[in-house]
């Protein structure tokens, strides 16, 4: 069974300061890793995604992750916050053939104070 | 762009109607999952589908059915609401990929808070 764990319901970051967003997974196998941002009263959208390769992945918005194997982590950052990224952000894992695709974590609410 | 859309953004019934939350997406994605969102828990599959007629249970079927007649579209049907069932429901769509699948980032609808009384 795969599973994804988010540690902190709620992070709060300066406007300015970097931002980290943590998240650990659990699969047996290699790993398709998300994450998805979610605005209030509003679906899911997504941000990046590790298939393989660069363990550093670039997505929208100014945001990276970091695939880490051996930690079995895949942490959300940015290097400045932005008030307007304030919002739900949840990590999911897949596996290749894998038709229910994806797992998710229970999300992280970020608020980024002015 | 992809569109994912969903009936009702808010719908308010009573315990024991019967519930139809229907999606709709216009990208001819084979792959159709409905999910429930509730705080603390994360998004938790209840039922997807990857072809016309063709459903499988997720993790949380019970209390509910689906429908997919079309391709474009995946209704989830409560056959007798109950209040436990209150809770934001997302669909959401991708393409298939075959072996490969689950490369693919899913797309969302907006969501439909549901809530029985």
């Known amino acids: 069974a795969q599973s994804v764990a988010q540690p902190e319901d709620q992070v709060n970051v300066a406007e300015g300061n970097p931002l980290t967003v943590k998240c650990t997974y659990s699969?047996?196998?290699?790993?398709?890793l998300f994450w998805y941002v979610q605005y209030p009263n509003r679906g899911l959208q997504f941000l990046l995604k590790y298939i393989t390769g660069d363990n550093l992945v670039k997505g929208s918005y100014g945001f990276e992750a970091e695939f880490n194997k051996s930690q079995t982590s895949f942490h959300l950052k940015k290097p400045s916050a932005l008030v307007s990224d304030s919002a739900l952000y949840f990590c999911a894992v897949s596996l290749s053939g894998s038709a229910r695709q994806l797992t998710f974590g229970s999300g992280t609410q970020l608020t980024v104070l002015p | 762009d992809v569109k994912v859309t969903q009936s009702s953004r808010y719908l308010v019934k009573r315990t024991g109607e019967k519930v139809f939350l229907e999606c709709v997406q216009d990208m001819d994605h084979e792959n159709m999952f409905w999910y429930r969102q509730d705080p603390g828990l994360g998004l938790r599959l209840i039922y997807f589908?990857?072809?016309?007629?063709?459903?499988e249970k997720g993790d949380i079927p019970e209390g509910y059915s689906v429908s997919r007649e079309k391709k474009e579209r995946f209704s989830l049907i409560l056959e007798s609401a109950s209040t436990n069932q209150t809770s934001m429901y997302l669909c959401?769509?991708?393409?298939?990929?075959?072996?490969?699948?689950?490369?693919?980032?899913?797309?969302f609808g907006p969501g439909t808070r549901l809530t029985v009384l």
């Open positions: 959401a769509s991708t393409h298939f990929l075959g072996p490969g699948q689950g490369k693919n980032e899913q797309f």
């Open positions: 589908s990857y072809d016309v007629k063709m459903k």
């Open positions: 699969v047996s196998g290699n790993p398709y």
